[in-house]
């Protein structure tokens, strides 16, 4: 019988973050610290527009690019938010969460053998969507020594004659890195002189401490050139409603729009009219979230520190990456013995790509109370293993 497979897509690896997500849901009195999903409900004001839209029969197709109101929302928050234009009608469209937007802007603007820069550790999607979108994925191992920003010299040296496209992953997942105004613009000079393009990853700019996000889309010359994404999982609690965004130049909107008429037809119609209460209604919702992720954030950075591990501070996301290189263990060595012996579940960096080698992700989305007891379990860890070097 012929093989029924495609062999490009048996040969992605799948997702190292769900290995252990998958352990720790069948292991009784196990913590999870490795899932990205806020802690916190859909606030009610927004779960009540969706329930509302049900009972009102709005449950048809949307157009394909999404409801316009909706998009308006979206350019109103993005204008209020970093002064950015762009048209609801022919530079929006709403999608099944972020994933999608960047899915279907790779396929809509790689040929085949087109090099897209990743920097890397970052979130698991991009270099498989590369894949599978015919191009090929080119690394930039970001350092801790430089909080795990992209660096101009690192740009530089990554870039080729085939490079098309750079994905900008700040604020990072896993890393909780971000990027300041100062190295933004050395980058967006960068990009303008190579003739590049740029797919913005901002799905968690509202979850900034003691600073505040910038886009690149903001530099002169860089909406153009930007694709600029992001979503309602993150900042208003919103991960089953599977609903995101990208905005950017015309033509390659367009075109993003032909693929997902296609494959998806429209995002969901209640999610959509939840996400219109969120963006009119939903800043304090968020910055309440904001304030408790604060004290977590710092919470955790303290008791890596006091248990001798050193960990950088994340200015951005929901996460920590703590190194534990002292210990003497890969990454995935330490991930597997902390859940069989602690039963607390944490993301080895690897899975992030090779660079995060010597480094854990760990998600502060949760209660502070089951913070507390899985760093009790981390130290116990740490401490026998330290001392059986």
Not at 72 to 95: A, F, K
Not at 260 to 283: R, V, W
Request: aromatic share 10%.
């Amino acid at each position: 019988m012929r093989n029924p497979l495609s062999k490009l897509v048996v040969n992605i690896q799948p997702s190292g973050i769900r290995k252990f997500f998958d352990i720790v849901s069948e292991m009784k009195d196990a913590i999870s610290l490795g899932v990205g999903e806020p802690d916190f409900d859909t606030p009610w004001h927004i779960r009540e527009e969706g329930i509302y839209s049900l009972e009102k029969g709005k449950t048809f197709y949307t157009s394909n690019a999404g409801l316009k109101e909706l998009k308006e929302e979206i350019c109103n928050y993005l204008y209020r938010r970093y002064q950015l234009n762009y048209s609801p009608d022919h530079e929006t469209i709403v999608t099944i969460g972020g994933s999608e937007a960047i899915d279907i802007s790779l396929r809509a603007m790689l040929d085949p053998g087109d090099e897209v820069l990743i920097p890397q550790p970052s979130y698991v999607s991009y270099l498989p969507c590369v894949t599978l979108a015919g191009g090929k994925p080119v690394i930039i191992e970001l350092k801790d020594k430089n909080q795990f920003k992209l660096t101009k010299e690192e740009l530089l040296e990554a870039i080729t004659d085939k490079t098309k496209i750079l994905i900008l992953p700040f604020p990072n997942n896993p890393t909780g890195a971000i990027m300041e105004y100062e190295d933004l613009k050395e980058i967006a000079k960068i990009v303008e002189e190579k003739d590049l393009y740029i797919i913005s990853d901002e799905i968690y700019s509202e979850l900034t401490y003691g600073r505040n996000h910038i886009s690149i889309a903001e530099f002169p010359g860089m909406k153009e050139r930007t694709i600029l994404i992001n979503g309602f999982s993150k900042s208003y609690a919103m991960t089953g409603w599977r609903l995101g965004y990208a905005t950017g130049p015309a033509n390659i909107i367009e075109q993003m729009i032909k693929i997902h008429q296609f494959a998806i037809m429209c995002a969901p119609t209640t999610s959509q009219y939840a996400a219109i209460e969120a963006l009119k209604n939903g800043d304090a919702d968020v910055d309440m979230m904001r304030v408790a992720y604060d004290q977590r954030r710092k919470y955790l950075i303290n008791a890596f520190q006091t248990m001798g591990l050193e960990c950088f501070e994340p200015f951005g996301a929901f996460y920590v990456f703590p190194c534990i290189k002292s210990l003497g263990m890969s990454s995935e060595e330490f991930a597997t013995m902390l859940l069989k012996e602690e039963k607390v579940a944490v993301v080895p960096g690897t899975a992030f790509g090779d660079c995060g080698e010597g480094f854990l992700r760990i998600s502060y989305a949760y209660s502070i109370e089951n913070l507390k007891i899985a760093i009790e379990r981390i130290e116990r860890f740490v401490k026998k293993h330290k001392n059986n070097q």
